[in-house]
């Protein structure tokens, strides 16, 4: 859960590699550093904090080559000595690492018993291993030997000081892209980073070592035989990532969502007809048991996915957290499918759960923002989101472009004649609606700035939306919320209501209206401070937030929208930083 950045060629990449690692900081800011020569000596900078402390000591700073890293803690505590870059103990060779080794105390005891080592981190082990084994062996051997050592994950970049002029690589797992343009080489842990420097870009596989020089690039596998890569074309610009006028990419992404939903009916209709792979509808059709598996967010979003394969096509369907999957393996079906979601597609916790999928032959599908990711090159069938670059670590438009990538899935398997197209027409207006009624969110974002605890509740799909509600107000403005269905109150929950105690509920279903302002008004009843955010056909006057009515099962995509800007409010009024909130990073690429 870090970002690596790195570059060789005729422009400053010192310059270039500090501006890498500003636009990858939403994977990692504990602290950054950098690695680079000038005169034929070996210079080091790191900093705890932000790429701006970094930055400000590197004012005249130049070079043709440069390897730079932005850090998330996972070994050792967020400090200058754990920082990134590493040396080996000669001082010979310098490593950026993201990723984390498992057997890194194993290998210390049996390889480098006799180092002394400086911080904390899993990472000095593979450059002090590189550095034991080329006393003996040519440096792309010690690397390749050290590559064939190492358990977990790893993308790594080395420079070695014997000669300045190339930039070596390995990598597992843990991403890494390869750029190429007229400025020369450069690397990054994903696309964001090259926006700007390259022209294309090359996905490193697994198992990938290599050695870049100014104008060469060598390849191969883990035993040393040559191995192509592709390029492709960056698509994205630099102005896709650009805040422009908003104080936060939050604030942005959150506003982007009715031209997103718009952008993913031209990407998936073709007039009326929806253009999914007709292979990929059969094989779902085949199964008797769809699994859905995810974290966070997206784990939220694939409750509305099981919501529409099992209303619209009739298919068994079951949620699954990657993370307990992994180590607790349910029943399996005679004919499964799994579908899994991921905003990066780098997600460890699911990569790890596809891999035993993948061992059984269980047919897969990947839905995710990032097709050149490692999740995509797992599956058997991958769809695309659309969202566009999402930055802020918190998830917002993702989150809503998976929830209507699934629908327009479910709708193609079902072959039901629904009118979907124009229903995600009039959910992109009705956001504009929520959107053009802002200061409504911001006024309970005041009332509630001041709580310790908040609860959401709901029922059936605003249940689900809830989950996600307080998600999202845990993420950036730090206050305890957890999220219950209404009828699970007086079984527990209602034991934790104390005077002032902020309970929202938030009520779309015609079905559910009446029993959850029950609930509601049982909170009530002790003491809470209670709020409603309803769809106009089920409101009723005092109700504190009220959104445009649109097809009931596409509800929550508009009351998602009330509940993200109720937490980003939240969280500027505390004055946190809304973008990168503490301990969280936006790739999870550790387990």
């Not at 209303?311 to 349910?330: D, N, Q, R, W």
Request: proline residues 3%.
């Amino acid at each position: 859960m870090c970002g690596i950045v790195g570059f060789i060629g005729k422009e400053n990449a010192v310059e270039i590699t500090i501006g890498g690692l500003e636009k990858l900081e939403y994977r990692g800011y504990d602290s950054a550093g950098i690695a680079y020569q000038t005169n034929q000596c070996l210079t080091v900078c790191k900093e705890k904090g932000r790429v701006s402390a970094l930055k400000n000591k590197l004012v005249d700073a130049k070079s043709s080559i440069a390897i730079g890293h932005t850090r998330w803690a996972t070994h050792g505590e967020p400090n200058q000595v754990n920082a990134h870059p590493h040396l080996s103990l000669s001082g010979r060779f310098v490593i950026v690492h993201n990723g984390i080794i498992e057997n890194y105390q194993k290998l210390k005891f049996e390889y480098l018993d006799t180092y002394t080592f400086k911080s904390q981190t899993d990472t000095e082990i593979i450059v002090n291993l590189i550095e034991y084994f080329s006393k003996t062996l040519h440096v792309e051997e010690a690397i390749r030997e050290t590559m064939s050592l190492l358990e977990g994950s790893y993308a790594c970049l080395v420079l070695d000081t014997y000669n300045f002029n190339q930039i070596y690589f390995f990598k597992d797992k843990s991403p890494l892209l390869l750029g190429r343009g007229p400025k020369g080489f450069s690397f990054s842990s994903d696309i964001t980073g090259l926006i700007g420097v390259a022209e294309e870009y090359a996905v490193l596989e697994d198992k990938l070592f290599g050695v870049v020089e100014e104008n060469k690039i060598t390849t191969k596998d883990i035993i040393g035989l040559p191995k192509k890569i592709i390029f492709s074309p960056i698509a994205i610009s630099e102005e896709e990532i650009d805040k422009k006028t908003y104080d936060h990419f939050m604030l942005k992404e959150i506003y982007e969502q009715p031209m997103m939903i718009r952008h993913i009916i031209s990407k998936y209709f073709k007039g009326d007809e929806m253009q999914i792979s007709p292979k990929l509808i059969h094989h779902i059709k085949q199964s008797d048991k769809v699994n859905f598996v995810a974290c966070g967010s997206s784990m939220y979003a694939s409750y509305f996915a099981k919501y529409y394969f099992e209303k619209l096509c009739g298919i068994p369907s079951e949620v699954f957290c990657a993370s307990e999957l992994v180590y607790s393996t349910p029943l399996i079906s005679k004919r499964p499918f799994f579908i899994f979601f991921s905003q990066s597609g780098e997600t460890a916790d699911l990569i790890a759960v596809m891999k035993k999928v993948k061992q059984q032959k269980y047919p897969m599908l990947t839905i995710t923002n990032t097709m050149e990711s490692s999740m995509v090159r797992l599956s058997n069938y991958a769809l695309n989101i659309y969202a566009g670059k999402e930055i802020a670590v918190a998830s917002t438009k993702a989150y809503t472009a998976m929830v209507v990538t699934s629908a327009i899935l479910a709708r193609s398997i079902s072959g039901a004649k629904t009118n979907l197209k124009n229903n995600l027409k009039g959910v992109s207006l009705a956001i504009e609606k929520v959107l053009e009624n802002k200061e409504i969110c911001k006024g309970v974002a005041k009332e509630i700035l001041q709580c310790n605890d908040l609860f959401y509740i709901g029922r059936g799909i605003d249940y689900w939306t809830a989950l996600e509600a307080s998600l999202k107000l845990k993420e950036i403005a730090y206050i305890h919320t957890e999220a219950f269905s209404s009828g699970e109150l007086k079984h527990g929950p209602i034991a934790l209501i104390q005077q002032n105690t902020p309970v929202i509920a938030i009520i779309t279903q015609e079905g559910t209206n009446q029993i959850t302002r029950s609930n509601l008004a049982e909170t009530e009843a002790r003491g809470a401070k209670t709020y409603v955010i309803s769809s106009k056909g089920v409101s009723t006057p005092e109700d504190d937030i009220i959104i445009p009515n649109v097809a009931h099962y596409l509800s929550s995509l508009v009351s998602v929208v009330v509940v993200q800007l109720i937490a980003y409010y939240t969280a500027v009024l505390k004055n946190n930083d809304v973008d990168k909130p503490k301990n969280l990073a936006k790739s999870v690429t550790v387990e």
